[in-house]
């Protein structure tokens, strides 16, 4: 007996070694991928003096295409919102025909080249599509505004929102639901007092989500409206004409400002949760 147990504890050590071998090799890999990730970012921010910084943030060009791609963003976000959260519910609450084939179209402008995105969505802007001709009526051109550029940047980044949407609404347990609709509550008030406020965590992660990833689109906008610049463009029209000396302090101005409302948001989102 005594030598079963000593085997057995032999066994556990043994197995804890294994273990803390493969730990060591995991954290290695890890550590290897972060270092792949802050190493460009931290050497950007190195070649930077807080000079540079404080002269490209003074440029008026500069401020402006910051500002235009924060708000147009944020409305592309907010506008398509209003239809993207009911989806998402239907996507995690019905089944109805076709179902598997409208989730692989909502993950369609992550997988197409968004240069190609920028093509499909500039012929549904344009002034000979019918969106197109409406907004002439109204004397709107969208090809070269501010909301084709908002369009764009929807385009691409919408899929992180219903996703994430559609997420939070199967987790929802839907005994709650069942029990509202028999103790007599309509589906409309159990959506709004009981699946959208157990949702809305994944509801504001993928928000934050959508927004960020508006902000940093290039290949759909560029296509689209290449005036007025967002920040994206205007990194790459200064590459392209001065180099990388005149194109780095407006790159690393952007991150630091994009990381900012990044975690402002993202800290406003978990006050309200608490």
Known sequence: MFLFHRRRKDAKLDYLKILSAIHLIFYLLGALVLLFIIAPLLGMFLNTTPNQLFETANEAEVRQSIWLTIWTSLAGTLFFAFASIPLAYLLARRNFPLKKLVSGIIDLP???????????????????????????????????????????????????LINAARDGFAGVPIRLEKAALTLGASPTRVFFTISLPLAWRNIVSGLIMMFARGMSEFGAVIVVAYHPMITPILIYERFGSFGLKYARPVSVLFILISLTLFILLRWLAREKKT
């Open 110 to 160: 992550v997988v197409i080249p968004h240069s190609a995105a920028g093509i499909a969505i500039l012929g549904f802007v344009s002034r000979d599509s019918a969106l197109g001709k409406m907004g002439s009526a109204l004397g709107l051109n969208f090809v070269g505004h501010p909301l084709g550029i908002s369009i764009a940047m929807a385009f691409v980044s919408i899929p992180f």
